[in-house]
């Protein structure tokens, strides 16, 4: 993966605006931390191959940044996008690493079933 291009994860957005696409969102604050830290309050949220169709999308901020996909009866949202990749199957995939590296959000859209 590579740091956001926004100029390029924005036509890729628009690439697959208006067709069916499966979705994967993802966010972990560190699941696993809470075993080492009982303290630790462990969050996340997870869904995967989720089909829809959204109007159009954006990806906004100076870095990390926010992706809105706009559905016509809701929002897909995924705030900390700091890295994207087109990989061999032309899925965009937009990931957010906090600032140890470690994965807090991905955000997956794709033509096909993940």
Same mark, same amino acid.
């Given at each position: 993966m590579?740091?956001?291009i926004?100029?390029?994860v %924005?036509? &890729?957005?628009d690439?697959?605006?208006k *067709?069916?696409? @499966?979705?994967?969102l993802?966010?972990? !604050?560190?699941?696993?931390?809470?075993?080492?830290?009982?303290?630790?309050?462990?969050s996340?949220?997870?869904?995967?191959?989720?089909?829809? %169709?959204? &109007?159009?999308?954006?990806?906004?901020g *100076?870095g990390? @940044?926010?992706?809105?996909?706009?559905m !016509?009866?809701?929002?897909?949202?995924?705030?900390?996008i700091t890295?994207?990749?087109?990989?061999?199957?032309?899925?965009?995939?937009?990931?957010?690493?906090?600032?140890?590296?470690?994965?807090?959000?991905?955000?997956?859209?794709?033509?096909t079933?993940?």
């Amino acid at each position: 993966m590579e740091q956001v291009i926004i100029e390029q994860v %924005q036509k &890729e957005i628009d690439r697959l605006a208006k *067709k069916d696409v @499966y979705i994967h969102l993802e966010t972990t !604050n560190g699941a696993y931390a809470s075993h080492f830290d009982k303290s630790f309050f462990s969050s996340g949220a997870y869904i995967r191959n989720a089909l829809l %169709q959204y &109007e159009h999308g954006k990806i906004t901020g *100076k870095g990390p @940044y926010r992706v809105g996909l706009k559905m !016509n009866f809701g929002w897909v949202y995924a705030e900390g996008i700091t890295h994207f990749e087109i990989d061999e199957k032309g899925r965009l995939l937009l990931a957010g690493h906090d600032f140890e590296g470690k994965l807090a959000v991905a955000l997956q859209l794709s033509e096909t079933p993940f």
